[in-house]
């Protein structure tokens, strides 16, 4: 089955909005085997409007409009396309005094406009929405399906999974969407794709779609069939031979962030973290304290842009920092140890750098970065030039950091075996 | 004059991508007063493309589209034009010579598939492209016109401006658009609506956008006419008016983010600021430090989640922690004077909270923040309950911070005159 969406309002023809809610249907409706062949932001007005629906019904069996439900006169949706399928308008008593229920128990009478909202194409079905005002509407005609649904995503989104989803399975042909993600760091985009490609080219009848996001690289295996069995066994086989490609540099097989699996890390291993930072200014406290219990594992960082700072918080020697420079693996190595040593905690994390635009030197660029994790049987130290303008820097040191812990648990705190590790 | 924008690319029809370069068409094509009518986001398949172009010639004068100008059997946005034009696909020699010469200069051979792009329908105006080897293409038929560029968004706008943006303005009304954005703290995006809706009704050709983003809300003002000093006027009134209705609220006049507002107010009194997190985890510390040269008024922070290292490093007595408890005003205060004078900075930040989703309790629910600013003179506390996810009161949190410290200098360190705070 092909569909079409449409996302319907004028505030999503200005520079400030996007459709995202196109995303999350594209998800659900790939999930069920239906194809989305176009999208459509149409604005408030009645003939582009009508245009959009008119063309959608010409060439699929299934729309998907969301927004202009509202009950102004800006909000179009519910007349365009009654009059479109030449359908009346009626009043339904129902969701009349479900809105004026709404209203009331807010305190406040229903303004006279809401109600529009109660107004319904004759032989439309209606689709509640207990988190708005506005109804949702499923229609069918002349061998097409069209839902209505609210703009806001908080809306949208759970009366499409609880009204609309048992429809399109009611039609549905038994064949879903299998999905997995997994989550590369410390390698380029063409680097894993040219080491993936030998493989994924041996499975015809999977999607694999390789995405570059800030410090990882994001591959998604999608595929359509009937059978979960062999969608499993397929799936695993490929992840499988994606791991032997690539070895240690997969960090996630299940989309989980690098900040998600460091905790669960973490957490496994009764183990404890602190971080003393200096280009990378808290990043690495406030993404390691992003996952909510983060207090039984974390227990405290610094930020010490001064060299005074360093010393006092961190206990690095200032003759280290005269004699190797701020930015230099042993005051890394210097930050871990002595972040470890004030916090008592498992591992101490040490983090100097040049971020820029300003700082850099022709010995030490815009970008240079040394990572230290300070452990109690010793110390790893990784020094390197990341490319990019101050917040990718940053981002990536921070990435880095996380990865470095990933590594030291995946190794029991030993060194990676040469021969398995991809990094490039 | 009308445009339709159309995105070519069968992967922005995944869940995975968004066609962001309308964004960016849509506030270039609204400063020259062309209003954007309908974007459509078509895959790599002839049959839609067509039907997308043939639908929008229809409607609009302006036609510009993004992708499907690459060498490969699936780039088809050329050849679907030409064919509907009905015009023919001529080598284009000039073309030819240069994408060759892009791949000798990479020492490598153009690959064969690359003469598709020097491919041009009879009659269209080469666009050059130096930054990726997809020249664009524009075309002039019937009264319309349309752009055809490539879909990466950095070769797409340095292309728009030297190429596309000439060509509109030769066909131009003199109209511009004048755009002001203001930036609102410490208000919901509805009680900052009531107070400054009875004026921007006042402008009947000023359209204004009210946004809500985290932490702030977003004022767009928007006018289009040909009298650049009917504009500036405008919209200075418009602003003066706001700041009457919005006192101290307004903290950006020109949609800088708080983060640089701070950063310049800190810069400008020569002042330094230090910070001691326990509920932001880093967060405060990571925004004042996003900004280039940030070592020159941030000294360094800490993120102390323990009660051990607040009291290390923040000198926050032991007795206290447990006579108020951590989530505290008296430990909001302790952190800031302690920061303060292990640093030496003019400012000392102390945060203390229930981030969530854990750690709640019925005196001090999750949400519970308290801010405090410490000054050579005082001291300033705030306690207040965020609602929303973790990520979202931490977020409020760091903001709330930040702007205390830009109200602490708006009144040089004094307290702001009842009246005319419109905090609510």
Known sequence: MKAEIIAVGSEMLTPDRIDTNSLFLTEELNKLGIEVVRKSIVGDNRDYLSAAFHEALERVELIIASGGLGPTEDDLTRETVADLLGRKLV??????QYIEGRFRQLGR??????????????GAEVLENPRGSA????????????????????ELKPMFHEQVLPRL??????????????????????????????????????NTTILAAPGEIQIHLRLWTGDAAHAQKTLDDITQSFQLALADRIFSQDGSSMEEVVAH?????NATISAAESCTGGLLAQRLTTIAGSSSYFL????????????????????????????????A???????RRSTGSTLGVGITGIAGPGGGSEEKPVGTVHVAISHAAGVKERGTRFP??????????????LDMVRIHFLYNGGEPPARTSARS
């Open 265 to 269: 890390i973490l957490s496994m291993n």
């Open 333 to 339: 190595i210097a930050l871990a140890h002595g972040i």
């Open 388 to 401: 990019g303008d101050r917040e990718t820097i940053r981002w990536h040191a921070s990435q880095l950091a």
């Open 135 to 154: 109804p949702g509407l499923w229609l069918e005609a002349r061998g097409r399906r069209i839902a209505l649904l609210p703009g806001p995503p908080r």
């Open 91 to 96: 009043l339904n008593n129902a969701i009349l």
């Open 300 to 331: 405290g960082g610094v930020v010490c842009y001064s060299n005074e700072l360093k010393t006092a918080w961190a206990d690095v020697p200032p003759e280290l920092i005269l004699s190797k420079g701020a930015v230099s693996s042993e005051v």
């Open 169 to 206: 399975e009611r039609l549905g042909s038994g064949i879903r969407m299998f999905h997995r993600e997994l989550r590369v760091a410390g390698m380029g985009e063409s680097a894993v794709e040219q080491r993936i490609k030998p493989i994924y080219t041996r499975y015809a009848d999977v």
């Open 109 to 122: 009478e229903m303004p006279a406009v809401n109600v529009r909202q109660a107004m319904v194409p004759e």
